[in-house]
């Protein structure tokens, strides 16, 4: 990467100030291990700095900005937000390219990250027998079912890499099952290990609320041994995905998302922008409805 280029990392952003300030920290390590790099950080809510302003200073003194949406699943933000953010961003700055990489995914780099995890609180438990042994990938959540698609993907890929009998996905929000709900459902099926896996990069309110959830559960089941993994943003595997996505190779042709030219999200986007409750439905019969909740929202499953 030339002198002329930015690298912009976009997080989510969250109301717990901790998990925003584990990006910044994230993003002064990726520093060291690039220090002829320009790397700057925003965020899509929750923060100081947001789309807008980040992109501005990304494209100060720049030819080149490469934009990076910091997020494992991508629903509204990432394919409506975004994209609108780009376009106006090149309005403002017309002698700048920008260009855009794909979110971080759930490809085999995420599910080797997830595979330290479980391997590691396997370990805690003193290696029980896998079969009696349930694992349970615990995601946000999301209205999109595209993104919750890729949690159920990650879930079979472990499940087949691994000889555990019960391999479940469970949410913290929006959408089901929840954490309690598949606890109970493997105690039932007789697990008397349980590995929760958080699908989670840094920290934030949701953290605190699943660790408070396995408490009560540790309480509610005192026969089950219960291994509560952590959030994985500084895994050394989650700095080589993004060296990855700096070398290039998987940029779309003209710098766009996958969903930024489908005429579907642009006829939602201009009243999903005011209104974050909208629900519209286009022609290819994808739902547009975004819960601000979250991070999660409209889209068409283009990703």
């Not at 997080?11 to 002829?36: M, T, V, Y």
């Not at 700095?49 to 100060?60: F, H, K, N, P, Q």
């Not at 409506?80 to 700048?96: N, T």
């Not at 005429?263 to 994808?286: I, M, N, P, V, W």
Request: net charge negative.
């Amino acid at each position: 990467m030339d002198n002329s280029s930015t690298v912009l990392l976009v997080g989510h952003g969250s109301r717990n100030r901790d998990g925003n300030k584990e990006i910044l920290h994230f993003a002064a390590q990726w520093r060291e291990r690039h220090p002829d790099w320009r790397i700057e950080t925003c965020f899509i809510e929750h923060a100081e700095v947001l789309l807008a302003e980040g992109l501005d200073r990304a494209a100060r003194g720049a030819a080149r900005v490469t934009v990076i949406p910091f997020i494992l699943n991508a629903a509204g933000h990432v394919k409506m937000e975004l994209p609108a953010a780009l376009e106006a961003a090149r309005g403002r700055h017309p002698g700048v390219s920008f260009a855009v990489t794909r979110h971080l995914g759930m490809g085999r780099e995420i599910l080797a990250v997830l595979q330290g995890q479980l391997d590691r609180l396997m370990k805690s438990l003193a290696m029980p027998d896998p079969q009696t042994t349930g694992v349970i990938l615990l995601g946000r959540g999301s209205s999109d079912a595209g993104a919750n698609g890729e949690l159920g993907k990650m879930a079979r890929w472990i499940f087949e890499d691994n000889d555990h009998e019960l391999v479940d996905l469970a949410f913290t929000s929006i959408t089901w099952p929840r954490l309690e709900t598949v606890v109970q459902r493997q105690v039932r099926l007789g697990m008397t290990q349980i590995c929760i896996v958080p699908v989670y990069l840094f920290t934030g309110v949701l953290i605190e609320r699943i660790k408070g959830q396995v408490e009560r559960l540790q309480t509610q089941y005192p026969g089950v041994a219960f291994a509560l993994g952590s959030h994985f943003g500084f895994d050394k595997g989650i700095f080589d995905l993004l060296d990855g996505k700096v070398a290039g190779g998987e940029i779309p042709v003209g710098g766009m998302l996958e969903c930024d030219g489908c005429k579907y999200r642009q006829a939602a986007e201009e009243e999903h922008l005011h209104d974050h409750s909208h629900t519209a439905t286009g022609a290819c019969g994808h739902s547009h409805a975004h819960e601000h909740a979250h991070e999660h929202g409209p889209a068409c499953a283009h990703a």
